[in-house]
């Protein structure tokens, strides 16, 4: 799975937004809070990749968090992501 649109990931007043760019901004208006772990596994969706593979990462990233946070974590977001259509 991987976000079907180009995102760029940014610090706007002391929040972390990911904002579509391009040629497809017009096709998702609006952006996207997150938080510093979500922000971790977006950056991961720009490629292909599986929620195992982001699990995996995520837990070498936060090596104190617990696999159980770690993959409720993913979970959450590729739902809400999911939900919104952004995700090939």
Do not use: C, H, Q, W
């Amino acid at each position: 799975m991987k976000l079907k649109y180009n995102f760029v990931v940014n610090d706007v007043a002391g929040e972390t937004v990911a904002v579509s760019v391009g040629n497809v901004a017009g096709a998702f208006n609006g952006y996207i809070k997150l938080n510093k772990t979500g922000a971790f596994i977006f950056d991961m969706l720009k490629d292909d990749t599986t929620r195992e593979e982001i699990i995996k990462k995520l837990l070498e990233e936060y090596p104190d968090a617990s696999e159980k946070d770690a993959t409720e974590s993913v979970d959450e977001l590729i739902e809400k992501l999911t939900k919104a259509e952004l995700l090939a």
